[in-house]
């Protein structure tokens, strides 16, 4: 099983990034993908999820801000951010789960004031 994440870098602040993250290995329609964070010296948080019918849930301090999406054939999905701030600086990490949990290896997102 392998979750591929890419799409990080630097940034300055208002400006956009867009990640993703390729799956191989899983049967990418059953499960739920998501996108989370860590930042500098705190724990991982949850960023936004969408679950295999669609649905997308996302915490409150990126609505309105990030979209997560997924290409079934692609076994990708995404995280569009935009409007961002430096309290977005994080490695951003995709996961996948399905009675279990998979994790990519994480993508560094850097934004700038």
């Known amino acids: 099983v392998q979750l591929q994440a890419c799409g990080g870098g630097l940034v300055q602040a208002g400006g956009s990034l867009r990640l993703s993250c390729v799956t191989s290995?899983?049967?990418?329609?059953?499960?739920?993908m998501g996108w989370y964070r860590q930042p500098p010296g705190k724990q991982r948080e949850l960023v936004a999820t969408?679950?295999?019918?669609?649905?997308?849930n996302y915490a409150d301090s990126v609505k309105g801000r990030f979209t997560i999406s997924r290409d079934t054939a692609k076994n990708t999905v995404y995280l569009q951010m935009n409007s961002l701030k430096p309290d977005d600086t994080a490695v951003y990490y995709c996961?996948?789960?399905?009675?279990?949990?998979?994790w990519g290896q994480g993508t560094q997102v850097t934004v700038s004031s």
């Open positions: 996961n996948g789960h399905f009675f279990v949990d998979y």
């Open positions: 969408i679950t295999t019918g669609g649905t997308t």
């Open positions: 290995g899983i049967i990418f329609t059953r499960y739920t």
